[in-house]
């Protein structure tokens, strides 16, 4: 009986971890499929354009520039501030967790550009925000699939807390809805470095899925990767 119980329970505990494990019905919605049956890494990208110089210039496309919008559940914000006072105007507020914003943007100068995103995340679950990117209708490679950005988490009190015999121990975390501009990452943790795309000179379409989460979006960011000096240069400076 003991036994049959306890392979019992650990059925149990196996289909509520499956239960949790699995994503709502209306997060899949937004999901988009992979190039290449998503086989085509970042390395091969990187390979491909290997020979396309890095950016020079910023571009910066505000969150209610879009030109179209599938399935997405947006509203024009003209101005909205944050929890520690930061105001920002022309935003977009994105709710439902699904969805596609498109956005036309025009390259003056042909590069490879790392592609980011200016967002305040709205009160939800804790998790961080989830999108999938699409540049001219086609996923760049696997990792634009599920791009992760983060939420702030800050102590509740930051002085600590005080159990009276002298000994301090950290407060709770609480969330800290502020304005953030992030670049994309890969979420394999294999590149340090912010993901990259490469956009020739003219006219293009930077489509941004929801997958999770809900947020005021500021904008879309396509900025010049950071030059890295040599050591040499660097230690003339000193």
Not at 34 to 62: C, M, P
Not at 204 to 230: N, R
Request: aromatic share 10%; hydrophobic share 40%; net charge negative.
């Amino acid at each position: 009986i003991i036994l049959i119980l306890a392979l019992a329970v650990s059925m149990f505990q196996v289909a509520a971890f499956a239960d949790e494990t699995t994503l709502p019905e209306d997060q899949t919605a937004g999901e988009i499929t992979l190039t290449d049956e998503g086989d085509y890494t970042y390395a091969d990208y990187l390979n491909d354009n290997k020979d396309v110089a890095d950016a020079t210039t910023d571009i910066f496309v505000a969150g209610d520039s879009y030109s179209s919008v599938e399935g997405a559940a947006v509203e024009n914000v003209a101005e909205f501030t944050d929890e520690i006072g930061v105001t920002e105007k022309n935003l977009i507020k994105w709710t439902g967790e699904k969805g596609t914003v498109n956005y036309t943007v025009t390259v003056e100068k042909a590069g490879m550009y790392e592609l980011g995103l200016a967002y305040c995340p709205i009160k939800g679950r804790g998790l961080p925000l989830r999108f999938a990117f699409k540049v001219d209708g086609e996923v760049p490679y696997a990792s634009m699939n599920a791009v992760y950005f983060s939420r702030t988490f800050v102590d509740d009190k930051p002085e600590g807390i005080s159990d009276g015999n002298g000994n301090v121990y950290a407060s709770e975390q609480v969330e800290k809805l502020i304005f953030k501009e992030l670049k994309a990452m890969d979420n394999s943790g294999q590149y340090v470095e912010p993901l990259k795309i490469s956009l020739t000179a003219g006219t293009h379409t930077i489509s941004v899925t929801a997958l999770s989460g809900e947020f005021y979006l500021k904008g879309v960011t396509l900025t010049a990767p950071e030059v890295v000096k040599p050591y040499e240069e660097v230690k003339k400076e000193y």
